[in-house]
């Protein structure tokens, strides 16, 4: 046991004494969320750009009249800077519209001499009978479904046209816009006695309304924390292994050692490192819910249940790629073992967003029993704030336990044989020999 404890220890220290060790601390959060927060900047970015559109009206020009005054609405007023992009609506015959005249419009898109170009079918206007396929409206652009111009064009024309109809109907424009006025749908968490104690302002709505975000994005960030430590974790212990066997390393430890000892100690001191980073990134998690107030957006109650879950899944993901490493001699090889297992452990982040709207649904049910998706899974369902039944967390709990013990085992087996092995990669057949027999 001390053999396998010193084992531990220098593989504890060999992953966090090391300035590779902090400069992943301090840029993996950056890799994973920095995409999130430039999204979120780039917003506010607003382009004030002139975008000219040609319009070839069917209508007779009613539509392009109405969609000229709701462009000269979108330009600033004189002497101020523009705030928004303004917006130029040119005319095209829609008689002389044809296919040669259309590549003529899209050369000026590809030119960026405009914007786009919209066709008006005559009888969009029509109120005798309901809408038919011949009555859409066309708009051509370089990326239609991505345009800004195009959702700009969109609502334009469809309160032109809902003014227009309501006026062929001699209706009421007010009373019609009253009528059919939406109804807004405020999204409120759950209500619970401490919230009766406190004033209802303006101020809290606000607040509520923006904790209802945090329910969808704190179970994504416990998500993508454990999704970290596993990537922080398994990864360089499959090229450490590697690098073992390659440099004959392995082969004078083993004069000291038996391949079972250095399996255990490398897990144990991968574990260790593991946890070490939960604790720096919880630490300042936990910082900033007591500073910011957070207690009630952020469940710190289920760390317990988060380091528990994390502890088995670096073992059983640490155990996989400690197999593999022993079994290739170079990483590309390895690289195409690595892709089952890579799409395993991130399959739960295909699907965090519909587990956090239905905590308890089929989907996340089902993906909570299975053993590679457990972990994150879990995790996602206990920060939603779910009532996720305790028979459930015990089951996956269980079959989780039980599924890192037989691919330790399992591990275990083609570590011993494929640590000494050089030469040709095994095949997956071969592999599965080795696991077999031992």
């Not at 890799?31 to 319009?55: C, E, H, P, W, Y």
């Not at 040119?90 to 405009?114: G, H, P």
């Not at 303006?202 to 607040?207: F, L, R, V, Y």
């Not at 336990?401 to 057949?429: D, E, H, M, S, Y």
Request: aromatic share 8%.
């Amino acid at each position: 046991m001390r053999k396998v404890w010193t084992i531990a220890r220098r593989e504890y220290l060999a992953m966090v004494a090391t300035k590779a060790f902090l400069m992943s601390i301090a840029l993996m959060p950056v890799l994973m969320f920095g995409g999130m927060i430039v999204a979120g900047r780039l917003q506010n970015v607003t382009d004030t750009s002139v975008k000219t559109i040609v319009v070839a009206d069917g209508t007779g020009g009613l539509l392009y009249d109405d969609l000229q005054q709701a462009a000269a609405a979108t330009a600033p007023a004189d002497g101020a800077e523009p705030d928004s992009p303004t917006y130029v609506i040119e005319r095209f015959d829609a008689d002389a519209l044809n296919d040669d005249q259309r590549v003529t419009l899209s050369q000026r898109v590809r030119r960026d001499e405009i914007k786009g170009f919209a066709e008006i079918p005559p009888g969009v206007l029509n109120v005798d009978e309901a809408p038919s396929a011949d009555a859409a409206v066309k708009f051509y652009a370089q990326n239609p479904m991505l345009s800004e111009e195009r959702r700009w064009f969109e609502n334009a024309l469809r309160e032109a046209v809902r003014k227009r109809r309501i006026a062929a109907l001699d209706l009421d424009a007010v009373a019609v816009m009253r009528a059919t006025a939406p109804v807004g749908v405020a999204p409120m968490g759950l209500v619970s006695q401490a919230d009766l104690d406190k004033p209802d302002s303006a101020a809290d709505q606000a607040d509520k309304q923006g904790r209802n975000m945090a329910a969808i994005f704190v179970p994504a960030g416990f998500m993508m924390l454990m999704f970290m430590v596993i990537l922080m974790s398994a990864q360089p212990l499959l090229e450490s292994v590697m690098e073992e066997k390659a440099g004959r390393i392995a082969e004078v430890l083993l004069g000291s050692v038996s391949t079972t000892q250095l399996m255990f100690g490398k897990l144990l001191g991968n574990v260790a490192g593991s946890l070490t980073v939960v604790a720096i990134y919880g630490a300042g998690v936990a910082t900033a819910v007591v500073y910011k107030g957070w207690g009630d957006i952020v469940p710190l109650d289920m760390a317990p249940w988060f380091v528990l879950y994390q502890i088995l899944a670096v073992l059983l993901f640490s155990s996989i790629f400690m197999a593999i490493g022993a079994a290739v001699n170079q990483l590309k090889e390895a690289q195409s073992l690595l892709l089952p297992v890579w799409v395993m452990v991130a399959s739960p982040m295909f699907t965090w967003l519909q587990i956090v709207r239905e905590p308890n649904g089929a989907l996340a049910r089902g993906m909570t029993f299975f053993p590679p998706a457990t972990p994150l899974v879990s995790v996602l369902r206990l920060a939603s704030g779910a009532d996720v039944p305790m028979w459930q967390i015990v089951g996956s709990l269980v079959l989780l336990v039980a599924t890192t013990a037989a691919c330790i085992f399992v591990a275990g087996r083609i570590f011993r044989i494929g640590l000494l092995r050089q030469g040709k990669t095994p095949k997956l057949t071969e592999l599965v020999a080795w696991a077999w027999r031992g």
